[in-house]
């Protein structure tokens, strides 16, 4: 992790309807500089609030605050980076197979420019990875697009194994990647939501 993770105290949460502006604009400024690289993942601009709402609503998605945001006046300053995590298997994807039913799917894995390199995507593969491992399922899994070689590689360094990739020619995404599920502890944030477990 670099410095700025020292100086500014991370904590991760599960988002609420408020946070949409904030996890809208994250995507957008992500899928820009995607863009800007020539890698097609997402769309051009981002997501629409329709796609992003319904994880909200699940209450599947999850984001990392700057703590220090609360202390300047922007408190509509988006998060430091988002990821969803669910058992959703996309059935153009995963066939039954691969048991979907059987791991915990990442998707919308987003981190805020400034932080990019800060090791702090990694530090949620490894959180999503022991929720995964929590909730008694073997993998942890995702894809990604196709094209995207750079990608591939990050999630091949972070002991991801390529399964395969579904070419559909509706879709930029199909590259298959799945790990199996382990505890992991990570001091890259404060898990704000382990106090819901507890009082759960």
Request: proline share 6%; charged share 25%.
């Amino acid at each position: 992790m670099l410095s700025n993770t020292l100086l500014h105290p991370l904590a991760l949460r599960r988002a609420d309807e408020t946070d949409l502006p904030g996890v809208l604009r994250l995507l957008a400024d992500t899928s820009e500089w995607l863009h800007s690289q020539g890698v097609r993942q997402w769309p051009r601009g981002g997501f629409g609030p329709e796609r992003i709402e319904p994880l909200i609503a699940e209450r599947v998605l999850y984001l990392v605050d700057d703590e220090l945001r609360y202390l300047e006046l922007d408190d509509a300053a988006p998060p430091v980076a988002t990821i969803a995590v669910d058992g959703h298997a996309d059935p153009e994807f995963w066939r039954p197979g691969d048991d979907p039913g059987d791991a915990l799917y990442v998707h919308k894995l987003a981190v805020a420019r400034p932080w990019s390199g800060s090791g702090l995507g990694d530090a949620l593969l490894d959180w999503a990875g022991a929720m995964a491992y929590d909730q008694g399922r073997t993998w942890l899994r995702l894809d990604c697009a196709k094209a995207n070689q750079r990608l591939q590689a990050y999630y091949s360094k972070h002991r991801f194994r390529h399964l395969r990739t579904v070419d559909l020619p509706h879709r930029s995404s199909g590259a298959l990647f799945q790990r199996p599920a382990e505890g992991a502890l990570t001091t890259a944030f404060r898990d704000l939501t382990i106090a819901e477990l507890i009082s759960a």
